[in-house]
């Protein structure tokens, strides 16, 4: 029995270590899930799916029923004050039923132009969305990368610390067999102080680079969330900025969005313009009266039907119609001209991305030169110490160098990976 709770205890901490540890593409799926953004614009398309019902619903053959009870007094009317004779007349039930049903004809293209509205709203609303969406998974990529990033400090700088504890250990050797000084070995081991000191730094890095990853996907900060990063070998892309910016004004969701919120801004003056024209409805009800006690309707006239039109056409209403159509049509000004504002904006945001982009490649082939020289450099002075040919401070220096070079050819390459998401998602492209 103890052996069977002790397997399933087991499973059961398997399980757990395997779900705090994500990839990438896990790492997105689950902040997306967890988005808030992405919930409040799920409203947001939600609201405008049922604002777009509304707006249709105005088209459509509109049903009504009513029912009235009053009870009154019998005719004649006689009123009772205090100062004169009284006089009383028998109460009566009065009941009142209608069922309507109405139809508009013709309302100056108004509600056909809300109906179109409330389309393009909705759609600009799915651009915003998608917007949201693809924003969420940069960041993700962001709070990912910048975890991995700090994941890679604190291990090289305990490889690099390792190495320094080796030389201690080399170095006290030789000095006890008076091959070194005691300054020497003095150096070496603050060396691996400082070492031990930045790592501290590194890891307490590390935990904020983890929380803030837990929060941008939506766990809580504190938990123990392993990643597993994809390569970092990034093949280099080369773009054309004419190809891109073409792209970007056909993919950018904000231009997408724009570009439906002016063609709503161009219904908004169909509709302020509407009632220059006449509105016109058809209709059809049936009433049924009673009054319960009163000879004043025949039994046979107490229901009856009727069909027909109703027009109205506003002549005159001192400009106010003049005056909305003028909002409207600058209202459709405005967002054009913010439209063109914007392109220009992004156009730059395009060009400043690319720009980035191809200096964080540059910067990749030349860290891994860097690196290479580095690795060659700690090699070589490895070997000169081992012969007593170097101290151990460039032994160090060169182990110092090697490491600040395996950064920076790090850093370069998931600056690359980044600023590559960056330009995507500034030209449109889905990123999740």
Excluded at 197 to 217: G, T
Excluded at 234 to 250: A, M, N, R, V
Excluded at 287 to 296: A, E, K, T
Excluded at 377 to 396: A, C, G, H
Aim: net charge neutral.
């Amino acid at each position: 029995m103890k052996k069977i709770i002790f397997i399933i205890l087991l499973c059961l901490t398997t399980v757990n270590a395997q779900t705090n540890i994500l990839s990438l593409e896990k790492s997105i799926d689950i902040g997306l899930k967890n988005s808030k953004e992405i919930n409040i614009s799920i409203s947001d398309t939600l609201i405008s799916d049922a604002l777009l019902t509304n707006a249709w619903s105005n088209l459509l053959p509109q049903v009504s029923l009513g029912f009235t009870y009053n009870h009154i007094s019998e005719m004649p009317i006689q009123l009772q004050i205090p100062f004169l004779p009284a006089s009383s007349g028998e109460v009566l039930n009065a009941m009142y039923s209608n069922a309507t049903i109405e139809q508009p004809l013709f309302t100056g293209f108004k509600l056909l132009a809300i109906k179109n509205v409330a389309f393009y709203t909705k759609k600009a609303t799915v651009s915003e969305n998608s917007k949201v969406k693809n924003s969420k998974a940069l960041e993700i990529n962001t709070a990912f990368w910048n975890y991995f990033k700090a994941i890679k400090l604190v291990e090289i700088l305990e490889e690099n610390l390792k190495v320094a504890s080796l030389q201690v250990e080399n170095v006290s050797n030789f000095n006890k067999n008076e091959m070194s000084s005691e300054n020497d070995l003095l150096k070496i081991k603050v060396k691996e102080a400082e070492l031990k000191s930045k790592i501290i730094e590194a890891q307490n890095q590390m935990k904020l680079a983890q929380s803030n990853f837990n929060r941008v996907i939506g766990l809580n900060i504190n938990h123990d969330t392993q990643i597993i990063p994809p390569d970092l070998d990034e093949k280099i892309i080369e773009f054309d900025f004419d190809l891109l910016l073409s792209e970007t004004l056909k993919s950018n969701y904000d231009l997408s969005a724009n570009k439906y919120r002016i063609k709503g801004a161009d219904e908004k003056i169909t509709i302020a313009k509407s009632t220059w024209f006449p509105q016109i409805n058809a209709f059809g009800s049936y009433y049924y009266l009673q009054l319960s006690g009163s000879s004043i309707l025949n039994d046979d006239l107490n229901n009856f039907w009727m069909v027909g039109i109703n027009a109205k056409w506003n002549i005159w209403d001192w400009w106010k119609t003049s005056s909305n159509s003028d909002v409207a049509i600058q209202e459709l000004n405005k967002i054009k001209i913010a439209n063109e504002l914007l392109k220009e904006k992004i156009q730059l945001e395009v060009y400043s991305n690319l720009l980035n982009l191809q200096s964080f490649a540059k910067k990749i082939e030349l860290n891994k030169l860097i690196v290479e020289s580095a690795f060659e450099n700690f090699r070589i002075s490895k070997n000169k110490f081992e012969s007593q040919i170097v101290t151990s401070t460039e032994l160090t220096e060169a182990s110092a160098l090697l490491a600040e070079a395996k950064i920076k050819l790090i850093n370069s390459q998931i600056d690359y990976k980044l600023g590559l998401l960056q330009l995507y998602n500034s030209i449109g492209r889905k990123i999740y």
